[in-house]
């Protein structure tokens, strides 16, 4: 503690020492001595959060002084030595409830602790300051892990209730309860505390199976389990059709805590169920959890073999018996056919009828009609035989809808009796079928198709080339003229008549009105005859009847109109 002052009087004698007292609720724990001119002092060993008076006088020549007015000053708070007391007073699965108390107290609230705070405070020797709050610390055990660490304000009394919570049901936990006085936390006092069990959570179902008539659910034990598992309640439900309507119990089972699995029998084929499983502890039953089954059909009674024939073709006649139609819910059965050999050990093998994959597959021609179906099975089917007994039987199969495990989606029926064939002594026997499915072609047609296919395909071939030949020996003779002996004159001089002439009639004129009428049609100077003329000669190709009549012969004794006039008026005449 820090003491200083203020010099007395100047006009007194000098002052050559000052005395300092300081009590302790009315008794002297400290006398010094401080030489003048020091005006202050520093003084040690006291006690923590203490309220202490100074009183101060000094000394000259002439004597002591009076005592000066008392001083009250406070001390800060220490490190608190006392530890809390703790009683348990609840504990449940999440939360604890407990009393932090102190054990030993000294309450001392007096006039002189009054002078040095301004209201009413409790004076704890141990807690060396004032009862601040309580630290809680809480951490789990095995293993250990630190969870959380909370400050709680301390009430007016000098004990209370504190309630810690957010924890975990079934679980060990280390509390821990430490005095703060604002300025330190004293040691802790500390308490290991098991939470009850709590509701346990939704079991894992591991594998369900199904089958005409019964359910099996296999389940995990809860591995984070909230308390120790008693038992396990399965319930079996029907399947709700829509959203208003909601499914009925059918039946309720509690099994005991080392069951892990259960059947449901006596169930009806073909229908959907939901199975609920729900663990329990000592604090009760938790939530269900649920998987919606549905069982599966019925298994087809397994028909019966009538006999197998070798045929002529080197196939193989199975038939026999239908099976209960009425078995197949969805759809008629189908048949597999298995065979295993007779003369050694060998693996029974299978094919399905009614397929078109292969050709050494069976195939089933069934008739609705009929109390028996019969398949045919190609000999190359059973290259392991080349001679000795095989031994038939036949099998049901439908298929389920609904089918999640693709696998098991086929449902057989049992074998039927068996039926055996020696293919060494058996009788070759006929049996007259419309083959529907395929044609049968033996070596003489195959080859005969093959022959009349290449015939036709090399006459083809020929009469391209022989029209190639004629073709070609068309275009040199074209190009050449040498294919031709004489020159088509007709053809070659030939006119072609004005369009406005071919569609004129003319009177036929007599050989005596001849000339007159030639005369009567020309003019002086053939005007409109020699226009007429060579316009029409542009579109002839040969132009001779042109360079004729344009001769200088013909022109002085006046043919170019004549040679026009005599064409064109030929053909009127009337001889």
Known sequence: MNASWVSGNSQNSPISLHTVYLHD??????????????????LHNLKPYTCYTLYIRALNDIGWSEFSKPSHSLTLPGLPVAHPSVHIINVSSHSISVDVGIATLKDIIQDNVKRCIDQDARFISLLHGPLVGYIVTVATIQPYKFASKTFYNASESFSQVVDISHLKPYTRYNLSFAFY?????????????????????????????????????????????????????????TCSKNDTQSSKRLK??????????????????????????????????????????RTKFEAPSPPVAVGAFLLETNDILINWTCSNESSS?????QYLVCWHFHSFISEQKCLLTQTLNKKELAYCYCDQQQQFQWTVIPLSVFKEAKSGRIIFTIRSSISQTNCTDYVNCEIQSE???????????????????????????????????????????????????????????????????????????????????????????????????????VNACHADDDAGFQAEF??????????????????SENIAKNRYSNVLACTFLIVFLNV
């Open 415 to 517: 074998n039927s009796n068996e039926i055996s064939l020696n293919l060494s002594s058996s009788t070759r026997r006929y049996f007259h079928t419309t083959p529907k499915y395929h044609l049968k072609l033996d070596n003489v047609a195959i080859v005969g198709i093959v022959s009349i296919t290449l015939l036709v395909f090399l006459c083809v071939i020929i009469g391209s080339c022989f029209a190639n030949r004629v073709h070609c020996f068309l275009i040199m003779c074209r190009d050449t003229g040498s294919c031709y002996r004489k020159t088509d004159i007709s053809t070659k001089y030939k006119r072609i008549t004005p369009f406005h002439l071919s569609k004129s009639t003319y009177k036929a004129i007599s050989s005596k009105e001849f000339r007159a009428h």
């Open 329 to 333: 819910i969805i759809k008629n059965p």
């Open 181 to 237: 006085n604002g300025r330190f936390s004293g040691p802790f006092t500390s308490l290991v505390v098991s939470t009850t069990e709590g509701i346990p959570g939704k079991p894992r179902i591991k594998h369900f199976e199904s089958s005409s008539n019964s359910l099996s659910i296999d389940w995990d034990s809860n591995a984070d389990a909230v308390g120790k598992i008693l038992a396990y309640k399965l319930e079996l439900h």
């Open 534 to 551: 060579e316009s029409l000669e542009q579109n002839v190709q040969t132009n001779w009847s042109t360079s004729v009549a344009r001769s």
């Open 252 to 293: 309720t089972v509690q099994v005991d805590s080392k069951e892990l699995q259960f059947v449901f029998g006596n169930l009806d084929p073909n229908t959907c169920y939901v199975i609920r499983l729900a663990s329990a502890t000592k604090a009760g039953f938790g939530h269900f959890s649920e998987v919606e089954v």
């Open 25 to 42: 609720n009315n008794s002297l724990v400290l006398q010094k001595n401080v030489s003048s001119p020091l005006s202050s002092t520093t």
